[in-house]
């Protein structure tokens, strides 16, 4: 019984708990790069970068708060700074809207020319970012650590496994669920969300009902940036921020939106998850927890499925099954 | 007799280089059906467009309600009290029957719940399916979800592009009682039909085009019992 317990312990700990919190952030940036397939019709491969600009916004602010000396007490004053990273993720991405997109939907250009501009797109927020806060890992976590530390979580319930809860974990839970919470409102409850739902789903009867394109194609800007900027700003402060690793995020993120459905938040969110638990699952070394729950049996090696340089492997294979199988994803994708 | 309340006055114009409308007028009044029929390819669809703004003109006027309206784009001719249903992609699909009524009253800043009620009045079906994705209705309800969204401005004038395609024909007649009932509240209709036997037996007014141009044009009843008109264009 005992050996069950523990086994699931460890678990919890080392797959459940950051699987959850990595789902979530994953989820988030799934959302963003969803809704602007949904409305703009292109996959904008600069998402990733958008992320790290915001994020690079929000550490920058952290900074001068924590200059002068202003903390937010038990959580990380990075939460404080959060609306100024957004600002700037939202200036930036209107201003490449109008600079480089706007020009391409005057002239309806094909999807793909979209994609193509967005990849120059991301090598220019990229340099930006590199240029103004350097390609080294910072860390900007400040406030309580532990919610629950192993030790406590030991003593607490005399189990020999730990489960910790960093703080930062259960904030990019709390957050990810407040800002979910948020948008699905936004998109079924208000004017602009339904106006936003069916010029994605009927442009032209869109146009005809008196929908205003430039308003819809603006709240949507608006609405990626502020998710980008949350979910780089949440990875970053449960890992480390790093801008290459925000580039690298891209995978996972377009795995996690394509997997759910291209355009459906539902699935965004979902195909977040699943790609999470997927890499987390993959990449975990059993052997101690078998070792818990077959007790005698010494397995001789670590009962790892995949070694963690691989994991992005692991979002690759899921998003070639899926588009083999059901190209659509698990939701029916393309509209929100 | 003034004026027609709504007239598209010896429209010529096309895409590009060639015309596809010769000269072609068509025109209703408050409170009647007109209907515009003839073989395919004839023109019929892109006349209505025209009167909607959306076929550039070379010749030719707009008028509604005696004013000029050539030079406005489709979106303010919607503001100016016109309904259009188009005939395909007519319907919002993944939003709700209410979501979609919704949409179509997007431009109003008044409470238009009244204006959904008296929607929801004519097409009872709607009022039970409101919560319902319109994608999931049959096609004669999208067809009615569709010209319940165009009503949601309280147009003057509502132009139908072939309301009955691809509904079976007790639908179709159904269809077109609503469609008298809509005229009935004092709303100009003008719409385009494959079914021409039956749409003329309803329509104050018809109009039978040929390769661009107005062929026949007279009330409903006179051109059902012209000979030429039904050896030609009604199948005898």
């Known amino acids: 019984m005992t050996d069950t ?56 602010f952290t900074w001068v708060l924590q200059g002068a000396g202003i903390t937010a007490g038990p959580l990380p004053t990075a939460l404080l700074a959060l609306p100024v990273g957004i600002l700037g993720a939202v200036i930036l991405s209107l201003i490449f809207d109008r600079t480089v997109y706007r020009f391409y939907r005057a002239q309806r250009a094909p999807p793909v020319v979209f994609v193509i ?15 103004v806060i350097g390609v080294g890992d910072i860390r900007f976590a400040d406030g309580g650590r532990f919610i629950i530390r192993a030790r406590e979580f030991r003593e607490m319930t005399g189990l020999a496994e730990g ?37 994605s789903d009927n442009e032209d009867l869109a146009l005809l009902s008196g929908i205003n394109p430039d308003r819809v194609v603006l709240y949507t800007w608006i609405i990626a940036a502020a998710l980008a900027t949350i979910a780089g700003t949440l990875y970053g402060l449960d890992k480390s921020f790093k801008p290459f690793t925000y580039f690298q995020l891209l995978l996972p993120i377009f795995a996690a939106a394509i997997v759910g459905g291209i355009g459906n938040p539902f699935g965004a969110i979902a195909g977040g998850y699943l790609i999470a ?3 987390v699952t993959v990449t975990y070394l059993y052997r101690k927890f078998f070792t818990y729950l077959i007790p005698g049996w010494e397995p001789e090696g670590l009962l790892q499925l995949l070694s963690t340089e691989y994991k992005f492997a692991v979002s690759f294979v899921i998003l070639v099954v899926v588009l083999l199988i059901r190209p659509t994803g698990l939701f029916r994708g393309k509209t929100i | 007799m003034s004026a027609p309340y709504l007239i598209g006055e010896g429209m010529t114009g096309g895409y590009g280089a060639a015309d596809i409308l010769h000269s072609c007028t068509l025109s209703v009044e408050k409170g009647e059906i007109a209907v515009i029929v003839g073989p395919n390819g004839a023109g ?92 999931e209705l049959s ?22 592009d072939e309301p009955t395609a691809g509904v079976s024909p007790i639908v179709m007649d159904e269809l077109f009682d609503k469609i008298l009932e809509v005229a009935a509240t004092g709303i100009a209709i003008l719409m385009v039909e ?26 409903g009843e006179a051109l059902l019992a012209d000979p030429e008109v039904r050896r030609s264009f009604l199948g005898g």
Request: charge should be positive.
């Open chain 1, 5 to 60: 317990l523990n086994a699931l312990v460890l678990f919890a700990n080392f797959v459940f708990v950051p699987g959850l919190a990595y789902g979530s952030q994953l989820a988030l940036g799934a959302l963003g790069v969803t809704l602007i397939y949904a409305v703009l019709r292109f996959s904008n491969f600069a998402h990733g970068d958008l992320m790290a600009f915001g994020a690079m916004g929000t550490i920058l």
């Open chain 2, 44 to 135: 019929k669809s892109t006349a209505m467009k025209a009167v909607f703004g959306m076929l550039p003109l070379r010749e030719g006027e707009v008028r509604l309600g005696n004013e000029v309206i050539n030079s406005l784009t489709p979106q303010e001719r919607v503001r100016a009290g016109m309904g259009f249903v188009p005939q395909t992609g007519n319907v919002f699909t993944s939003l709700t029957v209410r979501e979609n009524l919704e949409m179509g009253a997007f431009i109003r800043e008044d409470d238009f719940s009244e204006t959904m009620d008296l929607v929801f009045e004519l097409f009872p079906i709607l009022a039970e399916k409101a919560a319902q994705p319109a994608g």
């Open chain 1, 277 to 279: 638990f997927s890499e």
């Open chain 2, 194 to 219: 494959q079914n021409a036997k039956q749409a003329l037996n309803i329509a104050d007014k018809g109009f039978v085009m040929v390769q661009g141009r107005n062929r026949f044009t007279d009330t």
């Open chain 1, 163 to 199: 489960l910790a809860l960093r703080s930062t974990q259960l904030i990019t839970v709390v957050v990810a669920l407040v800002v979910m919470v948020a948008l699905f409102y936004f998109l079924n409850r208000s004017r602009m969300g339904k106006a936003m739902r069916a010029y």
């Open chain 1, 117 to 131: 501009a967005s990849v120059g797109v991301m090598f220019m927020i990229n340099g930006i970012v590199r240029l």
């Open chain 2, 139 to 160: 096609g004669g309800q999208r067809q009615q979800v569709a010209v319940g969204r165009a009503l949601m401005t309280k147009p003057s004038v509502l132009m139908l």
